[in-house]
């Protein structure tokens, strides 16, 4: 059984950065994807970013390309996501996933508040 569990969240000012990690424990062997999920009240979750079992491929939101960079250290089992140019739009709570053997994976997620 894996369990996730996200830190690093917190406020933070308009155009600052915030670095999320991601813990998981564990065998993560047969991971797929590696994945950030963000919900902002009274929203659906939406996807933020994912990378691959390749390690090189990704992808973002596109509301999010070069601000945000996901990024792993498989030798850790950990997952991370810096955060870098925080819009107030970005508030919301940020949920770590992985689907491994063709079962998905969820922390309780950590909360990003963006605000002056």
């Known amino acids: 059984q894996v369990q996730l569990v996200e830190s690093g969240g917190g406020l933070v000012q308009p155009g600052g950065s915030l670095r999320l990690s991601c813990a998981a424990s564990?065998?993560?062997?047969?991971?797929?994807?590696m994945a950030w999920y963000r919900q902002a009240p009274g929203k659906e979750r939406e996807l933020v970013a994912r990378?691959?079992?390749?390690?090189?491929?990704?992808y973002y939101k596109e509301s999010v390309k070069g601000r945000l960079t996901i990024s792993t250290d498989i030798a850790k089992n950990a997952l991370y996501l810096e955060m870098n140019s925080l819009k107030p739009e970005d508030t919301a709570v940020y949920y770590c996933?992985?689907?491994?053997?063709?079962?998905?994976?969820w922390g309780l997620g950590t909360q990003v508040t963006v605000s002056s």
């Open positions: 990378i691959f079992s390749d390690l090189r491929t990704t």
């Open positions: 996933n992985m689907q491994i053997s063709r079962r998905d994976y």
């Open positions: 564990g065998s993560i062997f047969g991971v797929t994807t």
